[in-house]
């Protein structure tokens, strides 16, 4: 089998490596339909999260069942299955509060960007579908895996409820998809902040109900000026960069919500100012596993269609080209088909 | 009149200044009945919080209105008053949050300690009680215009419910009142980290079901072990240092709540660290004005009796002891009789 290795800064190679196999009873092997490039993995590709040794790549995924370990009870093979980037186990205290993402066995999924890939703890970390899903939906399906569960749960971390006033930090997929999720929970009015012309428009057909183009310092006077001084309920931080998140913080009303979903880099928050801002705060890495099936259940009763984000499919073998296209802004997120 | 000025680093004077007069129509002047030293005031005393040039001091306060001005429609002369330390016209948008606090046109109380006391914005910050109250009931009375306001929004802002187990972190005043807070919410646990006698002794009063003795990572610890590696629900951190707010952040359970109530001091959150925590925050300067009209009800039915926060009682005069009492810790929080 051939995967998807990062080698150093823009070196992304596609290579031979093991086939995996079963390794713990609990785990199963699945025959990837889907994966696709995230941006987090712009991180280490631009070299800014320095990696120690060549590292295989890829957190999304959906596809087919190959074969389970002899503990697996819930998927079987042959099932089409969606995934989150972090495996949980789904019954431990953790799992139960619906932080599946910080599971007390949780493990990273890094080896998705290939034709098959092994997921430990198969049975709280994969959802089925109800039989095998028309290829259509296989995109959207796929988003559902981290883009749109991330972008879901800043909406869901920042309270959006119906009525609200929303302003979405970040026009990148997640921040894009946060758009969608705020529509989807009744938010009355989406200030989506972005200045590229594609991404513009992909956000109003999600939902967005307004753009800002300014950024910084800006942004935020322009979002003030929209809301009478007040500030917005609800704002989804999609970057990660301290900019982006103090600008989140000054763009939220006294007693609003902010949320953070992309792993910050270089982030300080000061106390007093945080003090003082008088917002409600909450993010971390996103409970997938939580949302899936409520998402899948959107995706296939067509009432949502995240896959949109896609703007490039390629071969899996070409998965270089998609980090480029990303890393260049030429693309909003690159799919990738085995 | 005399009243309390800082002069610097543990100078604290009784002194003569103007007595206050109404100065807006919007104002009330008010003939204190009680009035106390606050742990804040004790970050100036020790010179933490620099202070540039005599600085008159008190933000905690109860009493009778003396004199109201023209524009005064809901508070008379000759009523018991509460008010908060900070003013609010508790109509602009953001009082109508429940952010009194943060009014668009808030100013802080900060001529307190002296007998009689000029409030701006007198309809949306002060609060008369029904009647004259008992004499015995004043110290509870005044506890609620801050001590207990906050003590109360910490439980608030952690989410404190029926049920809950909750942590405080801080045995101040605020502490020992957010441990009661905590209780009115209705947790089954509440566990305060206190090492001192009297304070534990006055924590299990107030509701507390368990003590840990141990600080920082000990204490940290200790938690997690009486919550079997998971945290709990709700801590509430009441200090304001850095090593508090981490601990707290420490021991709450993934998608738990953490609150801060104290103005933090030389503190930084660390955008990795919080974003792994995955944990609500929520704090700031407590909406005491919010909350004034229940805790009054609950104080004049003698359901709580905060007021035992006050573990010594000063003629006015004497207020310089007892900011020392507070300081050398000899008192949990010092009363003051004009």
């Known amino acids: 089998m051939r995967g998807t290795v990062l080698y150093g800064p823009r070196d992304i190679r596609y ?3 093991e086939t995996p196999r079963i390794e713990q009873p609990t785990d199963a092997v ?23 040794q060549p590292t295989p790549m890829g957190h999304e995924y959906c596809g087919f069942v190959e074969e389970v370990g002899s503990a697996v009870r819930l998927v079987k093979p042959e099932q089409f299955v969606v995934g989150s980037f972090a495996t949980s186990d789904n019954t431990c205290s953790v799992c139960q509060y619906g932080y599946q993402s910080s599971c007390m066995r949780r493990e990273f999924i890094s080896r998705a960007q290939a034709p098959i890939l092994r997921v430990p ?7 089925p579908t109800p039989g095998k899903p028309a290829d259509d939906l296989v995109p959207s399906l796929l988003a559902t895996s981290d883009v749109l569960g991330t972008g879901w749960f ?5 309270n959006v409820k119906p009525g609200a006033t929303v302003v979405v930090v970040g026009d990148g997929a997640v921040g894009l998809l946060a758009v969608l999720s705020a529509g989807q929970m009744g938010a009355e009015r989406i200030i989506a902040m972005s200045r590229h ?9 999600f939902g967005a109900t307004d753009i800002v183009t300014e950024r910084g310092d800006e942004g935020g ?18 970057v990660g960069s301290q900019e982006s998140i103090l600008q989140a913080i000054h763009c939220t009303r006294k007693g609003g919500y902010t949320s953070y979903v992309g792993v910050p880099h270089a982030v300080e ?14 993010g971390g890495p996103a409970p997938v596993r939580r949302y899936l099936p409520k998402l899948i259940d ?7 269609n995240p896959g949109k984000v896609f703007d490039l499919t390629l071969p899996l073998e070409k998965v270089a080209e998609g980090y480029r296209a990303m890393d260049e802004r030429r693309t909003i997120k690159a799919l990738l088909r085995p």
């Open 269 to 282: 928050l000061e106390g007093q100012a945080l003090f003082f801002a008088h917002v409600h705060l909450h």
């Open 15 to 17: 290579e031979d490596r």
């Open 30 to 52: 699945i025959r990837i339909a889907a994966t696709c490039v995230c941006g987090s993995d712009l991180w280490p590709y631009r070299g800014i999260q320095p990696i120690t």
């Open 121 to 127: 703890l198969a049975d709280g970390t994969l959802v």
């Open 154 to 158: 800043a909406a869901d971390a920042a």
């Open 197 to 205: 012309d594609t991404r513009t428009r992909l956000a109003r057909e």
């Open 221 to 238: 006077q322009r979002i003030m000026e929209m809301t009478k001084g007040v500030g917005a309920d609800s704002v989804l931080e999609c």
């Open 298 to 304: 959107l995706v296939l009763n067509r009432k949502i």
